[in-house]
């Protein structure tokens, strides 16, 4: 789906979950301009207000800390994970979400845990033969568009976009 679908992704879960109960795990390090829509993505969420966010720019959330930080939510929390993807051409910046849990780090070949009642993952660049390679050299700027525009969505689906607004 595109940028405007996941409004209507984030008001479904709204539906369904109040926000106390709401906790984004934003997957990725700031040491790979691909892999760091995670951490580019939970800061934006923390500045719109979202109570409850792990994977952040200071603090991110990635392949070395994925298990303790996963361990550190609440029982009880419904968790949306965020992690960035690579995909066929056409797909490029474009985003899939499910109403089930998210297998991070695939597209490089590791296994970790997969986690979340909801994913989304947002395909920040092409799959290719070296999927490292590929993401060190993914444009920051198209990052740093995909991650403001999951923020601004899920403030819009949770309702909370006018509490940035009155900050700025």
């Known amino acids: 789906m595109d940028a405007s679908g996941l409004i209507f992704f984030f008001r479904e879960i709204a539906s369904r979950h109040p926000l106390e109960q709401i906790t984004f795990l934003c997957i990725g390090t700031d040491r790979s301009t691909g892999d760091a829509l995670g951490p580019l993505t939970g800061s934006q969420l923390l500045e719109h207000g979202f109570p409850h966010v792990s994977g952040t720019m200071p603090s991110p959330c990635?392949?070395?800390?994925?298990e303790a930080r996963i361990a550190e939510i609440p029982a009880g929390q419904v968790v949306i994970a965020v992690d960035a993807c690579l995909g066929p051409p056409a797909s490029l910046g474009y985003f899939l979400t499910a109403a089930e849990p998210l297998r991070p780090a695939q597209s490089v070949g590791l296994n970790l845990?997969?986690?979340?009642?909801?994913?989304?993952?947002?395909?920040?660049?092409?799959?290719?033969?070296r999927p490292y390679r590929t993401l060190q050299s993914t444009p920051l700027h198209r990052v740093m568009v995909m991650a403001k525009q999951i923020a601004l969505a899920a403030a819009a689906g949770f309702g909370m976009e006018t509490r940035k607004a009155f900050q700025d």
Do not use: C, E, R
């Open 113 to 129: 845990p997969a986690v979340g009642h909801y994913s989304l993952a947002a395909i920040v660049d092409v799959n290719g033969p």
């Open 62 to 66: 990635d392949a070395d800390n994925l």
